[in-house]
T-cell receptor, first 110, second 113 residues
Framework: QKEVEQNSGPLSVPEGAIASLNCTYSDRGSQSFFWYRQYSGKSPELIMFIYSNGDKEDGRFTAQLNKASQYVSLLIRDSQPSDSATYLCAFEGSQGNLIFGKGTKLSVKP | KAGVTQTPRYLIKTRGQQVTLSCSPISGHRSVSWYQQTPGQGLQFLFEYFSETQRNKGNFPGRFSGRQFSNSRSEMNVSTLELGDSALYLC????????????FGPGTRLTVT
């Protein structure tokens, strides 16, 4: 069964620091990886996707993919209190769906 | 471009009743997926529709069903509600059946008493 593993946290970082969120996945054949941000009481919001090995940067966010080691990570530079949320990692399932991790709760302290 | 919309946003039902939830995808998106989110299980896949056809179904009982209309709008139905069906039901739309970039609606919070 395809699975995604994430540290549930909470991960606490000071404002301005780099937050590093990690995720491992079970299916070596997966090609598409996603990071969603979910604020408390809200629905998940797609913030990054990555398909190729290496880094992909978008503003303060960098997604890193290592298919050989089956992990994907999300770096948030210059963390802000507004980044405090649960971050969900997901990868493609075989049923046209996304398989989600349980999420890592990030808290950015002012 | 308007995002995914879901109605109703909140719903309270009693055990044994049935419920229908509605989802309108982003304009131009033709694939709609449904997920159930609970604190214990996280996001669980229910089913996916494309071109009015259910392409795939997750591991949920037959009480959970859905359909998609020709304008890509989708509905899901839960019959004979159980307390354990209390959850946030999320609809996500994507461009087509090969795109995994899914955009979620605000969800419907269902409480079963």
């Amino acid at each position: 069964q395809k699975e995604v593993e994430q540290n549930s946290g909470p991960l606490s970082v000071p404002e301005g620091a780099i937050a590093s969120l990690n995720c491992t996945y079970s299916d070596r054949g997966s090609q598409s990886f996603f990071w969603y941000r979910q604020y408390s009481g809200k629905s998940p919001e797609l913030i990054m996707f990555i398909y190729s090995n290496g880094d992909k940067e978008d503003g303060r966010f960098t997604a890193q993919l290592n298919k050989a080691s089956q992990y994907v990570s999300l770096l948030i530079r210059d963390s802000q209190p507004s980044d405090s949320a649960t971050y969900l990692c997901a990868f493609e399932g075989s049923q046209g769906n996304l398989i989600f991790g349980k999420g890592t709760k990030l808290s950015v302290k002012p | 471009k308007a995002g995914v919309t879901q109605t109703p946003r909140y719903l309270i039902k009693t055990r044994g009743q049935q419920v229908t939830l509605s989802c309108s995808p982003i304009s131009g998106h033709r694939s709609v997926s449904w997920y159930q989110q609970t604190p214990g299980q996280g996001l669980q896949f229910l089913f996916e529709y494309f071109s009015e056809t259910q392409r795939n179904k997750g591991n949920f009982p037959g009480r959970f069903s859905g359909r998609q209309f020709s304008n890509s709008r989708s509905e899901m139905n839960v019959s004979t509600l159980e307390l354990g069906d209390s959850a946030l039901y999320l609809c996500a739309s994507s461009l087509d059946q090969v795109s995994y970039e899914q955009y979620f609606g605000p969800g419907t919070r269902l409480t079963v008493t």
